[in-house]
């Protein structure tokens, strides 16, 4: 892992002579409404959970919050940033259609649930400006992403009651164009993305941009996460994908 992001740090380095030319800011936020999917097995030292997030968990659509900001500056070599910070939680309720166990704990088929899933998630990007001009920009650099979360399962019947807590900060690659329209719109796209030792990370967002004179402007798109992982005895293949729409101040 050390050896993947000093390559990426060192392969950014050459290019740092095509950084921004003038100050620029952007602030931002929205909801997103995302409908999770998939399925997880673990059993470390730490955690011990094996669910699908549909039919055991019954872990149902919502709509939360984000918001983000990014600061860009003319200075050689060092990088501009990004923060954002996204709320993803999801929680249900109903007859469990798949068994799963948490902390050893069995819930069996037709037993009545209510779950919740919270996710804090806070990505802290450091990206250097490719290409900047009226037609297309373009970003690249490296992405630290902190997760943090709980899962919660409760039935009566068995009287179950657990709780499983995590944290973890995933370094990722970053990308990110955009397109200008006439009229003062833009198509944007975003990736974070690492892949490495059996585990697979991404954070994709398209979109659709409208500024206008006033510095003011809309967006709406699609956001899609999915975390796969394959490594001893964790395995999980799960996703939260839906469609988000906010507003942004830029200049």
Not at 54 to 81: A, D, R, T
Not at 108 to 127: E, F, G, K, M, W
Not at 158 to 166: I, K, R
Not at 190 to 198: D, L, V
């Amino acid at each position: 892992m050390k050896k993947l992001l000093l390559g990426a740090l060192v392969a950014l380095l050459p290019l740092t002579g095509f950084a921004a030319t003038i100050f620029g800011f952007q602030a931002g936020g929205g909801s997103w409404t995302h409908d999770p999917s998939g399925n997880f097995t673990a059993s470390t030292s730490d955690v011990s959970a094996s669910a699908d997030l549909k039919n055991g968990l019954k872990l149902s659509e919502k709509s939360e919050g984000y918001f983000y900001f990014l600061i860009e500056h003319p200075v050689p070599l060092i990088p501009n940033l990004k923060y954002v910070n996204t709320k993803l939680s999801s929680s249900g309720s109903g007859n469990i259609d798949a068994s799963f166990s948490v902390n050893g704990k069995n819930y069996p088929i037709n037993s009545s649930i209510t779950s919740s899933l919270v996710i804090d998630q806070t990505d802290t990007i450091l990206y250097y400006e490719i290409l900047d001009n009226d037609l297309v920009s373009f970003d690249i650099g490296l992405n630290a992403k902190k997760i943090e979360g709980k899962l919660t399962a409760v039935t009566t019947t068995p009287a179950n009651n657990e709780s499983v807590t995590f944290s973890e900060t995933v370094p990722m690659l970053y990308g990110a164009v955009e397109i200008g329209l006439p009229a003062g719109l833009s198509l944007a796209g975003e990736i974070s993305t690492i892949s490495y030792s059996g585990v697979e990370f991404s954070d994709v967002t398209a979109k659709v941009m409208y500024t206008t004179d006033f510095m003011l402007g809309v967006e709406a798109g699609v956001r899609t996460q999915t975390i796969k992982v394959d490594v001893d005895s964790v395995k999980t293949d799960i996703a939260f994908s839906g469609v988000f729409a906010g507003v942004y101040f830029r200049f």
